[in-house]
């Protein structure tokens, strides 16, 4: 029987971790739709600690994508993996909200540019080893785009990575002479907890 | 309920020596050498190192026995001395404020006056004690609520904008905060702090490389602004050196004595 | 039995707008699973011309939060408005997909935020008096920062210090209604027993 509720328990057979079919569902269902990015087959496996076989977790993706067929948003498959949105139909509708809050950045954007102002000139590369994750051509695209950010050179190693710095306008923006009148980070750690210390950990 | 169940479990380390959990804070004063200061900074000022030594000691709040407390305050000011860990005023002021009351209660009672009138030299100090308990215990239930971001996120499905017309308004304190963030989550904190003059450093190295964007050579003088002060001088050198260092611009010199031209290195393809 | 549906029907009878009320509950669903910030019932008001009554909008989002429970998200009602989000004990499988988290923040900061959200409106002054030590700015910007806390005036006495107070978006981030959802404080008296509360006490 092609169930994958039955494939998921056969698979938990061997022990790994009790997850269920229905679960793991819901946990799929959540990362969709939190991300901020279209999740690849192999991003949807790193949910899990029990491997996955491509045609049953793209049965999952489908049964999922049934579930919505009756909401306002549906589960798309396009080139660089799967991704929830809007119904193009209701966009209209949703366009007499937008007209008030300003945007945000996400965090990938702000902790991006950050690492571009303290640490310039940095390749993609340096980003990434600071921020432990892959930096998308986006990020690097929005912040491009907004005349923050700009390629200032090359590093002289195998690849020739651009080097990123942040410009003029970066600072004009945020109302600074000059990079030196960013804030100091001395002191900031005592902010954060300390992670070591019961007395400190208020959460368990 | 379960908040007890939480802050008593006893597999919960007090504190962690190179990644070894410290089970218990020592009896008495006796505490590893290595977890001494760890256990030391952990305490938010006098009032908790007091509410810390109170609990231990199992002392009763409403009749603190001051000769008891003051001596083991004084000790673990003493200990903190030794460390050479910055001892807030904070502390010192308090140490002041014990031995006061110390001092005032061997006064012998003032036997006429109606009781309501003597008061227990020790009450404000309990107030506090009381008081700053409280918020102690309030601040770790409300760290134990699940927090967006941290606990749980949000759902934001993907909504293609017509006409994105508004950008997103962001001031420095944002930066500020987006790089807390990344110090919280890589452990960074031991090498990447920065500092106001690293930062002049690198707003430096930016201006030359690009300066040398075009690819040529250009004379290492031309890369100072001339209207610099001297420490802008040297900020600029300091900049060039530690853009030949990361090899990022290639500095040469035909002949002993000679000019000093300076390039991006990308312009070594060419020369190849 | 009221149904939403025949109600919007009969609204819709004054021929406004073509909209029915089996849209209407997709084009909110998609306005809160796009949406930034909470959405308020007022803001929901404006994705139609109909004009909507409150109880009727509440009864749809009870409905809406209703088709969710059995998904891995789910609609909640906080301080702000209603809001999508992943079911926390989800969380944890999400979190093996990025690391990107926001900082824990330390005792000093957890407890300058409890004292302004029991005591509010708070000074800095009343802040230190509890505390029994400085309240250094960088604990007040990062709470600012964050838009947990705002000043709203200033107290009436020399040197006008500033009073604080916590913003609605922290009690939309700690998934609360209002302060009077805030866990409730222990009582002196209680405090007296012998510290039988205290995280100390566990090590002993």
């Given at each position: 029987m092609s169930d994958p509720a039955v494939e998921m328990t056969q698979q938990t057979d061997s022990g790994i971790s009790a997850l269920n079919a229905e679960q793991f569902r819901k946990v799929v269902e959540a990362a969709l739709l939190t991300a901020e990015e279209p999740l690849s087959l192999s991003d949807l496996k790193k949910l899990t600690e029990i491997p996955l076989e491509n045609r049953w977790l793209e049965r999952l993706?489908?049964?999922?994508?049934d579930r919505y067929a009756d909401s306002g948003v549906e589960l798309n498959r396009v080139a660089s993996g799967w991704r929830f949105r809007v119904r193009p139909e209701l966009q209209p509708h949703l366009d007499r909200l937008s007209n008030e809050k300003p945007p945000r950045y996400s965090?990938?954007?702000?902790?991006?540019?950050?690492?571009?102002?303290?640490?310039?000139?940095?390749?993609?590369?340096?980003?990434?080893?600071?921020?432990?994750?892959?930096?998308?051509?986006?990020?690097?695209k929005t912040l491009e785009a907004r005349g923050w950010v700009e390629v200032i050179g090359t590093r002289d190693v195998p690849g020739r990575p651009e080097l990123l710095a942040t410009t003029k306008q970066m600072l004009d923006d945020f109302n600074l002479r000059s990079l030196q009148e960013l804030p100091a980070l001395e002191e900031m750690s005592g902010l954060l907890a300390q992670g070591s210390l019961l007395p400190d950990e208020a959460a368990a | 309920m379960t908040q007890n169940a939480l802050l008593l479990d006893p597999a919960e380390p007090v504190a962690r020596?190179?990644?070894?959990?410290?089970?218990?804070?020592?009896?008495?004063?006796?505490?590893?050498?290595?977890?001494?200061?760890v256990v030391l900074e952990s305490f938010q000022g006098p009032l908790d190192l007091l509410l810390y030594l109170i609990r231990k000691h199992n002392l009763d709040v409403l009749d603190i026995p001051m000769a008891q407390l003051t001596r083991q305050y004084m000790a673990y000011i003493e200990m903190m001395k030794q460390h050479r860990l910055e001892l807030a005023a904070e502390y010192l002021l308090m140490a002041a404020v014990l031995i006061e009351i110390k001092s005032r209660m061997l006064l012998p009672r003032p036997s006429k006056a109606s009781e309501e009138e003597a008061e227990d030299p020790r009450a404000e100090l309990m107030r506090r004690l009381l008081e700053y308990e409280q918020m102690k215990l309030a601040a770790q239930r409300l760290n134990e609520l699940p927090q967006a971001g941290r606990d749980f996120e949000l759902v934001q499905v993907l909504i293609e904008r017509t006409a994105e017309t508004r950008l997103p308004e962001v001031g420095v304190e944002d930066l500020r905060q987006a790089w807390l963030g990344l110090l919280a989550r890589a452990k960074l904190n031991a090498h990447h702090k920065v500092r106001r003059e690293e930062l002049s450093v690198r707003e430096q190295m930016t201006r030359v490389l690009r300066m040398l964007r075009?690819?040529?050579?250009?004379?290492?003088?031309?890369?100072?602004e001339i209207e610099g002060s001297v420490p802008h001088?040297?900020?600029?050198?300091?900049?060039?050196?530690?853009?030949?260092?990361?090899?990022?611009?290639?500095?040469?010199?035909?002949?002993?004595?000679?000019?000093?031209?300076?390039?991006?290195?990308?312009?070594?393809?060419?020369?190849?």
């Open positions: 993706l489908e049964e999922l994508s965090r990938a954007v702000m902790e991006t540019l950050a690492i571009i102002a303290y640490r310039q000139p940095v390749t993609r590369g340096d980003i990434e080893e600071i921020r432990g994750v892959t930096v998308s051509s986006q990020i690097l | 020596i190179h990644g070894e959990p410290l089970l218990e804070i020592p009896q008495d004063l006796y505490i590893p050498p290595d977890a001494l200061e075009h690819g040529e050579f250009e004379p290492f003088e031309n890369l100072f001088l040297v900020v600029t050198f300091i900049a060039i050196l530690e853009l030949a260092k990361e090899n990022l611009v290639e500095i040469t010199q035909t002949e002993t004595l000679g000019k000093i031209y300076v390039r991006s290195s990308r312009g070594n393809d060419s020369a190849d």
